[in-house]
């Protein structure tokens, strides 16, 4: 069954670094997006993604956060300087063009010390 | 108004059990309604969808009604694998992204 995978497992970084999150949706999926869920909480919407561009974001996704799709396989998540409260575990998901199930990664375990 | 609350849980019943799970979301222009099942530190993922007519997979029952915009879930003979948290999940809006309920954590104890 074709899958989402995310790396790293579990990311330890100092406040104020820059961290990459990586995905490999499901190669034929058209639509992506990250959530992240801090420890206890809910899942949250964070981004998506279509056609190249963002496509819609939350209040969460403020300036220090991008996205990139920079090869045909690979989305990124990027935090530029990191803050304690982005410790939280995140997960990237995708669709195929249509309506259909939203398939997850494992999701990056993020911890900011 | 939180866009989807559940009951806060947790719940905890005997093998055999039948536990319902109740959610109400907020925004009446929400098209798709969900179930996902998320164990300790893992991805959510799909239980099952949830339709206006009401739909079973085979111990498992979700209802929705757009009128009071509420749906529910429910587990007839709970398996100790029931064990996890549920998530009420909504989807709305051309980019069909999830809205999530924080979930109610069932363990089902032998």
């Known amino acids: 069954e074709p899958e989402v995978t995310q790396t790293p497992s579990h990311q330890v970084t100092q406040m104020g670094q820059e961290v990459i999150l990586r995905c490999v949706p499901i190669s034929n999926h058209l639509y992506f997006y990250w959530y992240r869920q801090i420890l206890g909480q809910k899942v949250e919407f964070l981004v998506s993604f279509y056609n190249n561009e963002i496509s819609e974001k939350s209040e969460i996704f403020d300036d220090q956060f991008s996205v990139e799709r920079p090869d045909g396989s690979n989305f990124t998540l990027k935090i530029r300087s990191t803050k304690l409260e982005d410790s939280a575990m995140y997960f990237c998901?995708?669709?195929?063009?249509?309506?259909?199930?939203?398939?997850f990664g494992p999701g990056t375990r993020l911890t900011v010390t | 108004r939180k866009e989807v609350e559940q009951d806060p849980g947790p719940f905890n019943v005997p093998e055999g059990a039948t536990v319902a799970f109740n959610c109400t979301y907020s925004n009446s222009a929400s098209q798709s309604f969900f179930w996902y099942r998320q164990d300790c530190r893992k991805e959510p993922k799909l239980l099952m969808s949830v339709y206006s007519s009401g739909n079973e997979d085979g111990r498992f029952t979700a209802q929705l009604n757009r009128a009071s915009q509420y749906i529910s879930l429910l587990i007839r003979d709970s398996k100790l694998s029931d064990s996890a948290t549920y998530l009420c999940?909504?989807?709305?809006?051309?980019?069909?992204?999830?809205?999530f309920g924080k979930g109610t954590l069932l363990t089902v104890n032998p």
């Open positions: 999940v909504v989807r709305g809006g051309s980019n069909y992204k999830l809205t």
């Open positions: 998901a995708s669709i195929d063009g249509g309506p259909g199930e939203q398939y």
